[in-house]
C-alpha cells in the first residue's frame, strides 16, 4: 500500500488516527493541521510517536510568506464567528419556551374569575319607641352624635318638671305667655329660642319631641353647660 509522505517526511502507521481542520477565509488562503494520535497507546513505540506537521495551504503546498504574515489571525476570526454563532443560536430556544410559560400563566389566570368580596350587611336602622322612653333615647344619640352632652337622667327629671311628659303641652299664663311667646313642648321651649338652637337632623317643629329635647338640651349646654346642671325653670 503506498505510504502518504509530509514535508518534514513523517511516517504514520495504520494505528494512529488522522484529524485534520480547515479553516478558510473569503477570497484567502486556509490553513489545515494535522495531528496524528496513536490508536493503542498501549502498543506505542518511541519509532511510532507523532512528530508536529508543517501547516500547508488548501491545495498541499506550503504556506507562503503572505501566508504565514497572517500568523493565523484570519482563522482564529472565523473560528470566533463561527463559535459565536453556534453559541447564539440555541439561546432562542429558551426565550421561546419562557414566553409560552408566561403566555399560560396569564391564560390560567384569566380563566380564573376572581371571587367578588362579600357584602357588608346594610345596618338596621335604629328603632325607638314612641312615647317619653323613646324621645328621650333618641334624642340623646343625636346629641351624642353631635356634641351636646347631657344624661337619661337630667332629662327625664327636667322633663316631668316642664310638662310631665306631654309634647303638647302650651304655658299660657307666664312672662312668655304674656309677650306672645308661650312656652311649648316636652321642655317648655319659646320659638325664637327653639329656632336659635335647632339642632339639623331634626324636624323643624317646636312641638316634636325629638326637636323640643334636643333643641332645649343645646341650649342649656350654651347656658349652664348642660341639661344636667338644670334643677328649676330656665
Not at 488522522?18 to 484567502?28: F, Q, R, Y
Not at 357588608?120 to 317619653?132: E, F, G, Q, S
Not at 310631665?164 to 299664663?173: E, F, H, I, L, Q
Not at 317646636?206 to 328649676?232: C, E, F, H, M, Q
Request: charged letters at 20%.
Amino acid at each position: 500500500m503506498p505510504q502518504f509522505t509530509l514535508p518534514r517526511t513523517v511516517r504514520l502507521t495504520r494505528t494512529h488516527k488522522v484529524s485534520a481542520a480547515l479553516v478558510a477565509t473569503a477570497g484567502c488562503a486556509a490553513a489545515l493541521a494535522f495531528t496524528a494520535a496513536p490508536g493503542n497507546a498501549g502498543t506505542t513505540t518511541a519509532a511510532d510517536a507523532p512528530a508536529a506537521v508543517k501547516p500547508v495551504s488548501a491545495n498541499g503546498m506550503p504556506l507562503t510568506a503572505k501566508d504565514r504574515g497572517d500568523d493565523g489571525k484570519q482563522a482564529r476570526a472565523v473560528a470566533s464567528s463561527v463559535a459565536a454563532g453556534l453559541k447564539a443560536a440555541p439561546a432562542e430556544k429558551p426565550h421561546h419556551a419562557a414566553d409560552q410559560a408566561a403566555n399560560r400563566s396569564i391564560e390560567r389566570k384569566a380563566l380564573v374569575a376572581p371571587k367578588a368580596a362579600p357584602k357588608a350587611p346594610k345596618a338596621t336602622p335604629k328603632r325607638y319607641a314612641n312615647n317619653l322612653d323613646g324621645w328621650i333615647r333618641e334624642s340623646l344619640d343625636i346629641m351624642k352624635d353631635k356634641g351636646i352632652p347631657g344624661s337619661y337622667e337630667g332629662l327625664h327629671r327636667n322633663i316631668m318638671r316642664e310638662s310631665a311628659g306631654d309634647p303638647n303641652a302650651v304655658n299660657d299664663w307666664d312672662i312668655n305667655a304674656i309677650n306672645g311667646v308661650p312656652s311649648k313642648g316636652l321642655l317648655q321651649v319659646i320659638q325664637p329660642t327653639f329656632d336659635a338652637y335647632h339642632v339639623s337632623g331634626t324636624p323643624h317643629k317646636l312641638t316634636d319631641p325629638i326637636a323640643n329635647i334636643t333643641a332645649a338640651a343645646n341650649y342649656a349646654a350654651d347656658r349652664y353647660g348642660s341639661i344636667d346642671n338644670v334643677n328649676s325653670a330656665y
